[in-house]
């Protein structure tokens, strides 16, 4: 399990990835993470709205009532044209991370 620590830096990435893909809702993209974490993270729910709140406060998401297929009413949240451009730049940011930090991790044996 990846600790939440290491991951601090790049919820914001995982949550602009998926709404990339297409508007959703806070416990719809908890699952999702998940999902895709293969049982190496789990968001928590304070973790997941805290940063659905920042970015909203930002203007890189927007949110919007709607309903979840069961029909209950659910807060949406799509991404905006700035929130576009914040994930391209984290993307970037966190290659040069990944690179950087290889150099350590690896050495140079």
């Known amino acids: 399990m990846i600790s939440a620590d290491a991951l601090r830096g790049y919820v914001d ?4 990835s998926l709404l990339r893909r297409e508007p959703s809702y806070a416990y719809d993209m908890a699952k999702e993470i998940a999902r895709e974490a293969e049982g190496d993270y789990s968001i928590k729910q304070t973790t997941l ?6 970015l909203e406060g930002t203007g890189h998401v ?10 209950k009413p659910r807060t949406y949240y799509r991404l905006t ?5 914040l994930l391209a ?7 040069q991370t990944k690179t950087l930090v290889d150099r350590f991790a690896k050495g140079n044996d």
Do not use: T
């Open 13 to 16: 990435i995982m949550i602009l």
């Open 49 to 54: 709205y805290s940063a659905l709140k920042r």
């Open 62 to 71: 927007e949110s919007f009532p709607g309903q979840s297929q069961s029909g």
């Open 81 to 85: 044209e700035a929130g576009h451009e």
């Open 89 to 95: 730049s984290k993307c970037e940011e966190w290659e």
